[in-house]
T-cell receptor, first 116, second 112 residues
């Protein structure tokens, strides 16, 4: 079975540019999470969705960040405008909420963003 | 608020030996889940093992096992017969409801 698929794997962009990260969760999963990983702050939960609905976006650092999930198989995380301090690895993860096995979340390979 | 603490930023172990990574957490809940994730240099997050708090029996997955001490809020990971491929960052994580909280990680080096 295909895992969580993220794109792009790596992106280098200039400060001020818009960045869009994409995620396809595991088929059948109904919860999706966006995490950011940096050396200083470790793994931070930015936002998560249940059944395509944003539930908690308290981890989104500021208004420059936005996330959408238009359907069960696709989500985007957008940064506009990007800043050097946004450089990090961004992970998407998903799970099937509502069963015992759904207590485990599965991660994509991450999108490594560098803003210069 | 729940917190997860990994007190060992780095550890080293000789190949084929056993190593234990420590994790403590703080919660007032009685029903939750605990996980260990491995992150190799590729950066992918890989689930190693999970433990349900309501289960007294310690989880085991091949060479990986945990020592879950609920009263002490301790959840250590033991890796037996360490292999070069075990070199990675290891993250302890706590889950209650929808949120998973991660520790800062322990970088494990395997010495040949």
């Amino acid at each position: 079975d295909a895992g969580v698929i993220q794109s792009p794997r790596h992106e280098v962009t200039e400060m001020g540019q818009e960045v869009t990260l994409r995620c396809k969760p595991i088929s059948g999963h109904n919860s999706l999470f966006w995490y950011r990983q940096t050396m200083m702050r470790g793994l931070e939960l930015l936002i998560y969705f249940n059944n395509n609905v944003p539930i908690d976006d308290s981890g989104m650092p500021e208004d420059r960040f936005s996330a959408k999930m238009p359907n069960a198989s696709f989500s985007t995380l957008k940064i506009q405008p990007s800043e050097p301090r946004d450089s990090a690895v961004y992970f998407c993860a998903s799970r099937f909420r509502g069963t015992d096995s759904g207590n485990t979340i599965y991660f994509g390979e991450g999108s490594w963003l560098t803003v210069v | 608020a729940q917190t997860v603490t990994q007190s060992q930023p780095e550890m080293s172990v000789q190949e084929a030996e056993t190593v234990t990574l420590s994790c403590t957490y703080d919660t007032s809940e009685s029903d939750y889940y605990l996980f260990w994730y491995k992150q190799p240099p590729s950066r992918q997050m890989i689930l190693v093992i999970r433990q349900e708090a309501y289960k007294q029996q310690n989880a085991t997955e091949n060479r990986f096992s945990v020592n879950f001490q609920k009263a002490a809020k301790s959840f250590s990971l033991k890796i037996s017969d360490s292999q070069l491929g075990d070199a990675a960052m290891y993250f302890c994580a706590y889950k209650r409801d929808d949120k998973i909280i991660f520790g800062k990680g322990t970088r494990l080096h395997i010495l040949p």
